[in-house]
């Protein structure tokens, strides 16, 4: 198995993390959704203030090859806030190609999202899959993630657009 590095994304990843972005929405057959651009994920995770904060997968060339490393998965998270719990992240995605499942490197990802989690004083971690992505659930459960959509019954909502608009009167 080849050597892989997870480590904090940089603005030049943005063309990596926006084509895994577009594998992963056409995974989920949600390609239609996705309107982000290389240029706005840099912006907003690369600034001053970043709305999120992205981890990379990348396998590391053996000895002698002549080609870099290759970004293979990636997770974004950000910091919410649980007037509960406190502080918590949240995982947003978290994507490997298919190519390379199986490896533990969405293991990996994950793990070191819970390392940043402690580090920064979260007591949750956060993240939702779609309810046909059994393989996904099964890691998380395995990792000691608890379904809550089967505990505690939470249904997540969104509002986007012509709903926001409204809803703010403009």
Not at 105 to 131: N, T
């Amino acid at each position: 198995m080849a050597s892989v590095r997870i480590r904090e994304a940089k603005g030049g990843d943005c063309g990596d993390i926006l084509r895994l972005i577009r594998e992963l929405a056409e995974f989920e057959n949600l390609s239609d959704q996705v309107k982000i651009s290389e240029e706005a994920l840099r912006a907003d995770g690369f600034g001053e203030n970043p709305f999120y904060h992205c981890l990379v997968a990348e396998i590391l060339p053996a000895s002698g090859e002549l080609l870099g490393p290759c970004v293979v998965g990636y997770g974004i998270y950000y910091f919410i806030y649980s007037t509960w719990k406190g502080r918590t992240i949240y995982l947003e995605d978290i994507y490997v190609m298919p190519e390379y499942r199986g490896q533990g490197i969405g293991s990996k990802i994950i793990k070191k999202v819970a390392e940043v989690a402690l580090d920064k004083g979260c007591s949750q971690f956060r993240l939702a899959v779609l309810d046909w992505n059994q393989r996904a659930m099964d890691l998380y459960k395995a990792l000691g993630a608890q379904d809550l959509t089967e505990a505690e019954g939470w249904h997540f909502f969104h509002f986007e657009g012509e709903a926001m608009r409204k809803m703010a009167g403009k």
